[in-house]
Nanobody, 116 residues
Framework: QVQLVESGGGLVQAGGSLRLSCTAS????????MGWYRQAPGKERELAAL???????IYADSVKDRFSVSREHDWRKVHLQMNNLKPEDTGVYFC??????????WGQGTQVTVSS
């Protein structure tokens, strides 16, 4: 079982930056991906950024060149550096971990609000 806790959300003006962190505890064997999804009010949850073993990354087109995902040793933490934030980046950001056996774990989410 894995537990994920997000931190770092908040209110920021457009053009500003935030750094989200996700701390993982529990059995972290066989991780195939870990990253961030977001859900804006009234919209479906969508991928923001993902990192895989070996360091390959996937970004949504809307965040490329502005967001950067990174991880620490043993998948204990994953970070999302968000620069040049826009009002459309507002939403709840969820951390997700995918295990080799197909299990998925989610955090509770952290609110990011970008004012214009």
């Amino acid at each position: 079982q894995v537990q994920l806790v997000e931190s770092g959300g908040g209110l920021v003006q457009a053009g500003g930056s935030l750094r989200l962190s996700c701390t993982a505890s529990g059995r972290r064997l066989g991780v195939v991906a870990m990253g961030w999804y977001r859900q804006a009010p009234g919209k479906e949850r969508e991928l923001a950024a993902l990192i895989r073993p070996g360091g390959s990354t996937i970004y949504a087109d809307s965040v490329k060149d502005r967001f950067s995902v990174s991880r620490e040793h043993d998948w204990r933490k994953v970070h999302l550096q968000m620069n040049n934030l826009k009002p459309e980046d507002t939403g709840v950001y969820f951390c997700k971990m995918v295990i080799h056996a197909g299990a998925e774990y989610w955090g509770q989410g952290t609110q990011v609000t970008v004012s214009s």
